[in-house]
């Protein structure tokens, strides 16, 4: 089997693999700056439901849930960095686009929320 038919036969999964790798790689990159971020007044927003949020959170952030973020953007600080968290990182991925679409700059995905917990 040569590497078209590996390829084409094993695409998603090397899709799949690309995108967790991209993930975990981000996600480390934005650890290793959190005390920078914070020193410079970063705005930590949870994105997950109120009921998770409830649960249990990392201290210092607010919570936003995704679905409510637009109607939010007044609350945030556009001259602030913006660290986004929620369970996984696949939301706070979208939070992190949505307001990069409208006119925030400093964005960055921590990925889970407990990873500011360190």
């Not at 480390?28 to 994105?47: E, F, N, Q, S, W």
């Not at 249990?56 to 409510?68: D, E, R, Y």
Request: charged share 20%.
């Amino acid at each position: 089997m040569d590497f078209q038919q590996v390829f084409q036969q094993y695409w998603p999964f090397i899709a799949l693999s690309a995108w967790l790798g991209y993930k975990w790689w981000n996600s480390k990159r934005v650890v290793a700056m959190l005390p920078m971020l914070r020193a410079k007044g970063a705005t930590l927003i949870d994105v997950r439901s109120n009921q998770e949020f409830a649960q249990s959170h990392a201290p210092g952030c607010i919570n936003i849930p995704l679905q409510k973020l637009n109607e939010r953007f007044a609350e945030i600080s556009k001259s602030k960095p913006i660290v986004v968290c929620c369970a996984s990182g696949s939301r706070s991925g979208m939070a992190k686009m949505l307001l990069k679409r409208n006119g925030f700059s400093q964005v960055y995905n921590v990925g889970s929320w407990t990873k500011l917990l360190d």
